[in-house]
């Protein structure tokens, strides 16, 4: 199929008068996906899908039972995420950020990397909220919880949201305390950062729902409110056995560091609550102080014309070709409908307008390495959305390497490239990049890859990242084999042919080097929701 090749008339393309006032031509898309006898796509499709289930399973059950156990029954706790559904509202979609974080480490399995992430509403508005997993060791801190933690006050930074910390952390892991503290971008950064956020007029609010102790103390004493639960919540350096150590003073936690001692003599914290229930409902009343003006969400949209579950499918082939984009366009955009800018220039980048849940984007589109005609166009169609306001949406996909054939002068080709970077780097709209075919070389550095700070990362799980084309080529080969005898072998819960390969989706997302590995059929749904964060900053 070509960007000519749309519906005729036909009952695809009876859509209503509201829509057609839009004037944007409706893709068509002419493959039956459930019909096709792909039997490997099929079986790479299921291995995908039965694995991330079983990933997601095993990382929300966190530190295990027995963790479980002593911190519900033992600790007389809430989980986190039970905390999270106190938090937010009951009607609020929950984005999670990192939830592959921290798996397959050097040191161990460490679930989310001990922080729940993500972002949703309160009171209408969007927040993103970080909670310490007390049942993945104690809560402390690992060196990949330092990276996540810096990556959400990041996103904060990026999209103006207001930062909730649920503090429960035992602090730094003490067997890598030397990998966590000493340079500039370790533990010590998150701290800074909360300065500097707070400085920007981004509330920063924390709830201490447990123990908050050595450097993280700072956490819920540098922010702008701070709630504590009496009982569980205790804030101190160094606890009783320390002060014991060194003094020879023997103190209570409560006597030390206790939610009656910081809200009455030290003035630490500023709200005192009975039980975590209270906290936070504290909480969502302090979001209704920051005296922001959130917009009414738009509850009337058209769907696409075609199934989202054939997305699954489309991310199960080796390669996607620029048929296989038109077709994901078909299936992201409200009506499968899409205004293509310079159709016939550039054949290796899709750019146009669409609409997603009512939300106007450009998308920027690659479907191979982008020649100099490609490269101008993308800096074009960029710019243009620079002066209306448009946020910004890369999808990578840099295709087959060996249709891969650029016959244009050398300096020529890089002068249209490096255009493009700027174009994109100095973009003041938001810009939200999606993985899903793939991205090598310098398609990194054209289509907005992780180091050029879109407002999201996102990815497909089967997606490979790296910086040589080639290399790419003979992993998916062998992967696909592989792929193959795991599916047979119904191993799900052997995850390490995901992560092993440095250039997977699945291994950048475990060093939080992407803010999420969503499922292929979920990616209008998850876009919809990237797309309202960024507007409230247009």
Not at 116 to 132: M, T
């Amino acid at each position: 199929m070509n960007s000519s090749c749309f519906l005729s008339f036909s009952w695809k393309a009876v859509i209503n008068s509201s829509l057609r006032k839009m004037s944007f031509k409706v893709l068509s898309s002419d493959t039956d996906y459930k019909d096709q006898n792909w039997d490997l796509v099929k079986v790479k499709s299921k291995v995908t899908q039965n694995t991330m289930e079983h990933l997601h399973k095993m990382i929300k059950a966190g530190g295990g039972p027995k963790a479980i156990h002593r911190h519900t029954v033992v600790n007389k706790k809430l989980l986190v995420r039970e905390r999270l559904k106190l938090l937010f509202d009951r009607d609020s979609p929950f984005f999670e950020i990192g939830i592959l974080a921290g798996m397959s480490m050097d040191y161990g399995d460490i679930p989310a990397a001990g922080v729940v992430a993500g972002i949703g509403k309160i009171h209408g508005q969007f927040c993103i909220v970080s909670a310490n997993d007390a049942t993945v060791k104690g809560g402390t801190f690992f060196p990949i919880t330092v990276v996540k933690q810096q990556r959400i006050q990041r996103l904060a930074y990026l999209n103006k949201l207001p930062c909730i910390y649920l503090v429960d952390s035992g602090g730094a892991f003490l067997p890598m305390q030397a990998d966590i503290f000493p340079d500039r971008d370790h533990g010590g950064r998150s701290f800074y950062h909360e300065a500097v956020l707070s400085s920007l007029k981004i509330p920063q609010i924390a709830v201490v729902c447990g123990s908050s102790t050595a450097g993280g103390a700072y956490c819920p004493t540098m922010a702008e409110e701070a709630i504590i639960v009496n009982g569980p919540g205790v804030i101190f350096l160094g606890g009783p056995p320390l002060v014991k150590a060194a003094t020879g003073e023997i103190v209570t936690e409560q006597e030390l560091g206790g939610a009656l001692m910081h809200c009455s003599v030290s003035g630490c914290t500023d709200y005192f609550a009975e039980s975590e229930e209270e906290a936070f409902e504290m909480c969502r009343e302090s979001v209704l102080t920051l005296n922001t003006f959130q917009s009414a969400d738009c509850t009337s949209w058209h769907k696409p014309l075609y199934p989202a579950e054939d997305l699954l499918m489309i991310s199960a082939k080796i390669y996607l070709t620029k048929s296989d984009m038109y077709d994901i366009l078909s299936r992201v955009l409200d009506g499968s409908m899409f205004k293509e800018f310079k159709g016939k220039f550039g054949s290796n980048l899709i750019t146009g307008f669409g609409y997603i849940k009512n939300m106007l984007v450009g998308i920027v589109a690659n479907c191979n390495a982008l020649s100099f005609q490609d490269s101008q166009k993308g800096t074009h169609f960029i710019q243009l959305c620079e002066k209306r306001n448009i946020p910004l949406c890369f999808i990578q996909n840099s295709g087959n390497p060996e249709e891969t054939v650029i016959n244009d002068d050398q300096y020529e080709f890089l002068r249209n490239r490096a255009k493009m970077v700027s174009a994109h780097s100095c973009t003041q709209v938001p810009k939200i990049t999606l993985c899903v075919g793939g991205c090598y070389e310098d398609d990194n550095f054209t289509m907005c890859g992780w180091d050029f700070n879109p407002n999201f990362f996102l990815s497909w799980p089967l997606v490979h990242i790296s910086s040589s084309r080639f290399e790419i080529q003979k992993i998916k080969l062998e992967e696909t084999s592989a792929l193959k005898k795991y599916y047979e072998e119904n191993s799900f819960e052997k995850f390490d042919l995901f992560f092993d390969d440095k250039t997977s989706a699945l291994h950048k997302s475990s060093r939080m080097l992407c803010d999420a590995v969503i499922a292929p059929e979920e990616t209008r749904e998850v876009l919809s929701i990237c797309l309202r964060i960024v507007s409230r900053i247009l």
